[in-house]
């Protein structure tokens, strides 16, 4: 009897069977653990990523907002808000030399400023170039190296803009600036 003690122990305990499906539990309890480490280490990773690009966003808030909160320095009534818009024309660089005794020399960029719809006086100043160029040399040689200073320049560009106007017979330009505009002595 004491082999089919045995016997019913195996059947009762499950046998052969009890054991396959031991190691199948085991089997799927591996599969989860590799998983659930897998997604940890994403977790974390994507932790990671998220508080990089917190901190890049809080950060570039607070620069920008110091930048936008500054006033400009020193801002010209000429320039401010409601002056039209202009196109210029580029006479590229005039030099000369002035009415002094001694020698002075002056040299710089004239840009002529129209309005934008006004395509007749872009036509006559592209005809006109070196008629204006000459007739700016002119005035700008019979001036002296004080009437040049850059606390006159503003002055200067008015009187060169009625130069300008004198020539063109198609409309009025709005300006006539000097840009890199100097005089050396």
Request: charged share 25%; net charge negative.
């Amino acid at each position: 009897m004491s082999d089919e003690e045995l016997n019913v122990a195996e059947d009762v305990g499950g046998g052969a069977e009890a054991t396959e499906a031991a190691g199948a539990q085991k089997r799927t309890g591996l599969l989860p653990g590799v998983l659930i480490t897998i997604l940890k280490w994403a977790a974390i990773a994507l932790g990671f990523v998220i508080l990089g690009a917190t901190t890049t966003l809080i950060t570039y808030r607070i620069v920008s907002g110091r930048t936008e909160s500054q006033a400009p320095i020193g801002r010209r009534e000429a320039y401010s808000a409601g002056r039209e818009f202009l196109a210029y024309f580029d006479l590229e660089t005039i030099r000369g030399s002035t009415s002094d005794e001694t020698q002075t020399i002056f040299s710089g960029i004239v840009r002529v400023g129209y309005a934008e719809d006004k395509k007749e006086i872009a036509d006559e100043l592209v005809k006109r170039k070196i008629q204006i160029r000459n007739a700016i040399m002119i005035k700008l040689s019979r001036k002296t190296y004080e009437e040049l200073r850059p606390d006159r320049l503003e002055q200067v560009q008015s009187e060169l803009t009625v130069v300008v106007n004198g020539i063109l017979t198609s409309g009025k330009v709005s300006e006539v600036l000097l840009d890199d505009f100097t005089v050396v002595r």
